[in-house]
């Protein structure tokens, strides 16, 4: 299995070999941009319009637009396919996604996924950053005409978030409906594998500095013992070379 260049996602070759470098290409390209989309977009497509209030059209569009964006994808993909109505068939989850547009956060969770990838600490806090703006803005949506609720501007929801993402639960504000727990536990759940995934990372860095400094040790050593040995073998050669030179009696007068 091969890793798309691009995007660090391991390709999955087209069943019965229905791929092109071209399509290759087009994946390589667009598959990370769409799948940050889908996750963007996550409070949009998971929050019934009727609970938009006044903005139920502008909700229903804006779910509207994203079909036709995954429709245009899984045409033009199915277009760069050597056999296109193969690809159709081969692809279900695809299709799906263009009539219900939730679908494509299954393919998302391939970024939340690259935690399990070394190095890859930087996508994995992108996808987890927009995974807990997303719940802000679920939680905000069924809670701020919810009876009882201390949640009801944006701000509030975000500043509850961060407090929970980040397991410090300030207390101040909490959900009272039930999406909004479910929400919360979900970003409880993001915090804790967070915490987890950064203090696994500078463990990680910090034993391979050590393993640096530890391996430099005998090198450095051994270049001071090779230092050592050549001056003491100069110093033999010198000795050497004064023992076998001649040296004259001062009792000896000239020879004639």
Not at 63 to 84: C, E, N
């Amino acid at each position: 299995m091969n890793e798309s260049p691009a995007s660090g996602h391991p390709e999955v070759p087209a069943p019965g070999g229905n791929s092109s470098p071209r399509l290759d290409a087009y994946l390589a390209r667009w598959q990370t941009p769409l799948d940050l989309l889908a996750l963007s977009t996550l409070w949009l497509i998971l929050v019934p319009p009727s609970t938009f209030d006044h903005g139920r059209s502008a909700a229903i569009l804006a779910r509207t637009a994203l079909s036709v964006i995954y429709g245009i994808d899984m045409a033009i993909r199915s277009r760069l396919a050597p056999r296109h109505l193969d690809y159709i068939r081969h692809h279900p989850l695809g299709v799906l996604v263009v009539i219900v547009p939730p679908v494509r956060v299954l393919f998302s969770l391939r970024l939340v996924g690259s935690v399990f990838r070394r190095g890859h600490l930087f996508r994995f806090l992108v996808a987890a950053s927009l995974m807990v703006l997303n719940g802000a803005v679920i939680v905000y949506l069924y809670e701020h005409h919810a009876a009882g609720a201390d949640i009801t501007t944006l701000g509030q929801s975000i500043w509850w978030s961060v407090t929970t993402v980040t397991t410090v639960g300030y207390g101040d504000y909490a959900p009272v409906t039930v999406p909004g727990r479910v929400v919360a536990t979900g970003i409880m759940v993001i915090g804790i594998t967070a915490i987890a995934v950064i203090t696994a990372q500078v463990a990680s860095t910090f034993m391979a500095q050590s393993a640096r400094r530890q391996g430099q040790g005998p090198v450095a050593a051994a270049g001071d013992i090779e230092e050592r040995l050549a001056r003491i073998e100069a110093m033999l050669l010198a000795l050497t070379a004064a023992q076998a030179s001649p040296v004259a009696d001062p009792d000896e007068g000239p020879t004639t």
